[in-house]
């Protein structure tokens, strides 16, 4: 099965801060890592490729230290790897994104061949949008299922477990398709001292605006439909009483006489 | 922190602290209680690579410079010394291989080890510490086998390992240059594991008696050639012993991280102990002895990537290190004060593990025999 993986490098979000005075993310000495959605999106796609053989192929589109991520994909089971990379894409949004890697992967796949399975994760934790999955299927004209936890193949056609709030259900779909990706049950593996010494010395590619058949206007701020107006920390309240240490009943009698005195009953 | 290291270099160091933090840690404080050997955790840590990290990539192995080795055995020692050691121990039994082996003797080692196995150097006996020369097992040439007869006692790994290095006395007459130095593989018959030793610390690592009776094993297997192995064992532990350092300040280290850590936290007469100049002079003594020993162990293995002698500075480095390392874990048990005493917290436990430090690997007493040797020359 030939499938592709996209994936995003982001900043480690559980170590972000926001700065007081601009309300802007401090991205300065935050680490980078790849998108924790994309891994397990990448681990369900090694565990396919480890039951039914195939290649995959992982492609990221962001600034050159998102070789990195990449690097870090190659380490745990990705076969190829592609950065798409272009000063003109910068300021994207997410159907911006998603049209971009789009005609990237047409590109890639006028060389090679067509992929079978298109993965992402669910949304990239320092977006949140959990668009460009579901864009990229459309993008494609592909059936698309989405919040999948586990996926086993299942002679030409995929078994997809979706997660919803209370219950799952069990999708069947055939190829080609895109599926997004949440946590699923198996944590993504660790690289191997040798994975890890070999992915380091990969060349990876850059694909640029050049390599593709790709209408300029519909990428960039040009491209982009939705824009950020304002990022900030909402203020949390913090009034009201709390009633504790006693037993219900002691709390209810509190509550009606501190309710009463407020001439609220 | 202390080893200057390339992106690629810091990106190994990175992945092995992860995985210790995440994989590891949670499970330390109840393998230390019970004395139970980790084997599932070690099968995690070969799944990694990180039991065959000296073996040169041509026999499977990860072929990881000896600066980034010493790096990572650091860094799992700050999470568990034992486990550290009993990673760094397969090591030590590859050398007297890389040492003297020829590439068949290289070859049947690491095909032994590299799927996930264990490996003991055994040299120790009850009658030969310090004295080391003092050996009394034999190996005695017999057609085109030689058979080994004797115990050796103290041997990290000896009651898990799938293959041993054995030293043995070929002609006793000669005392210290009758000693031979053998591969022994476990599957052969006549060899039993004795007791486990109930260790102070470091109890992650197996400790065990390795009884050989009547052992045969092919003349090939044989390293170097009859009487070259005190040679091979003291090559062997100059190029081991800035490893040894290497995860004695790993314990320093995770002594002085737990230190800083509580000093933050623990108020007394009003503020957290750490702005008392008192507990930071005490802090900053212990991180300036604890980089001091993390240079002499860079130093030692600068200078053998540089192929120079370094005997003197492997001993300077595995003496300093093991002294630091005691006196550092009992400054933070200080810094804890009664918490530090109590076993439900984390420091009372590393000064268990770093005694060891001064002991093994040759006693700190030896190792300030090989440095007075050196400048008494």
């Known amino acids: 099965m030939n499938i592709l993986v996209c994936v995003k490098q982001v900043p480690d979000t559980t170590e972000i801060k926001i700065d007081p005075i601009t309300n802007t993310l401090i991205r300065a000495g935050v680490p980078s890592i790849v998108n924790p959605f994309d891994a397990y999106a990448l681990e369900l796609a090694v565990r396919i490729k480890e039951t039914n053989g195939g290649i995959i192929t992982v492609l990221a589109m962001g600034p050159e230290q998102a070789k990195s991520a990449l690097k870090e994909c190659l380490s745990v089971g990705a076969d190829k790897a592609i950065l798409v990379s272009d000063r003109v894409f910068g300021g994207s949004d997410t159907l911006a994104t998603s049209y971009i890697l789009s005609t990237t992967i047409k590109a890639i796949e006028s060389k090679t061949e067509k992929f079978d399975l298109i993965l992402c994760g669910k949304q990239a934790i320092d977006g949140d949008t959990g668009q460009v999955g579901p864009e990229i299927a459309e993008h494609f004209g592909y059936a698309q299922v989405t919040y999948a936890e586990d996926i086993t193949v299942d002679g030409e056609n995929l078994r997809v477990k979706r997660e919803n709030e209370d219950h799952h259900e069990i999708i069947e779909t055939q190829l080609p398709a895109v599926i997004t990706v949440i946590k699923t049950a198996y944590e993504p593996r660790y690289a191997t001292i040798k994975s890890k010494m070999a992915s380091n010395k990969v060349q990876i590619p850059t694909m640029t605006s050049i390599d593709l058949d790709i209408d300029l206007e519909r990428t960039g701020l040009k491209g982009s439909p939705t824009k950020v107006k304002k990022t900030f920390v909402p203020q949390i309240k913090k009034s009201g009483i709390i009633i504790k240490g006693k037993t219900s009943s002691e709390s209810a009698l509190e509550l009606i006489s501190l309710l009463s005195d407020a001439s609220i009953i | ?377």
């Open chain 2, 1 to 377: 922190m202390g080893y200057i290291l390339n992106e690629e270099q810091t990106n190994l160091v990175d992945m092995v602290k992860e995985f210790m933090s995440n994989e590891i840690k949670p499970h330390v404080a109840e393998f230390d209680i019970t004395g139970e050997f980790p084997k599932k955790l070690y099968e995690k840590a070969f799944e990694m690579g990180l039991h065959c990290l000296e073996i040169p990539e041509e026999f499977g192995g990860g072929g990881v410079d000896y600066l980034t080795a010493a790096a990572i055995y650091e860094e799992i020692a700050k999470i568990d010394a034992g486990f550290s050691t009993g990673l760094c121990a397969i090591s030590l039994a590859l050398k007297p291989v890389l040492i003297a082996g020829t590439p068949e003797q290289k070859k049947l080692f690491s095909d032994i080890v590299v799927p996930g196995a264990f490996g003991a150097f055994c040299l120790t006996e009850p009658n030969a510490g310090s004295d080391a020369g003092s050996v009394r097992t034999t190996a005695v040439r017999d057609g085109d086998e030689y058979i080994i007869n004797g115990g050796k006692c103290f041997i990290t790994n000896g009651g898990v390992s799938d293959v041993y290095v054995v030293f043995a006395s070929t002609d006793k007459s000669k005392g210290v240059k009758g000693l031979t130095a053998f591969i022994v593989e476990r599957s052969r018959s006549g060899i039993t594991v004795g007791k486990e030793e109930n260790k102070m610390g470091i109890r992650l690592s197996n400790t065990s008696e390795v009884v050989f009776e009547d052992v045969r094993i092919p003349a090939s297997n044989l390293l170097g050639k009859e009487g070259d192995g005190f040679k091979i064992a003291m090559k062997t532990l100059d190029l081991s012993r800035p490893f040894i350092g290497a995860i004695a300040v790993g314990v320093a280290q995770r002594a002085i991280d737990e230190a800083v850590k509580y000093s933050k936290q623990r108020v007394q007469f009003g503020k957290p102990i750490a702005k008392f100049q008192a507990i930071q002079f005490m802090l900053a003594d212990m991180d300036i002895e604890t980089e001091a020993a993390r240079q002499t162990v860079v130093y030692a293995i600068q200078l053998i990537l540089a192929k120079k002698p370094h005997s003197r500075e492997a001993a300077i480095a595995k003496c300093f290190a093991g002294d630091v390392a005691v006196k550092v874990a009992l400054d933070a048990i200080q810094v804890l004060g009664g918490y530090g005493y109590s076993r439900d917290y984390p420091v009372e436990k590393l000064l268990r593990d770093a005694k060891i430090f001064q002991i093994f690997e040759g006693t700190n007493q030896i190792q300030r025999v090989v440095v007075a040797g050196h400048l008494l020359k």
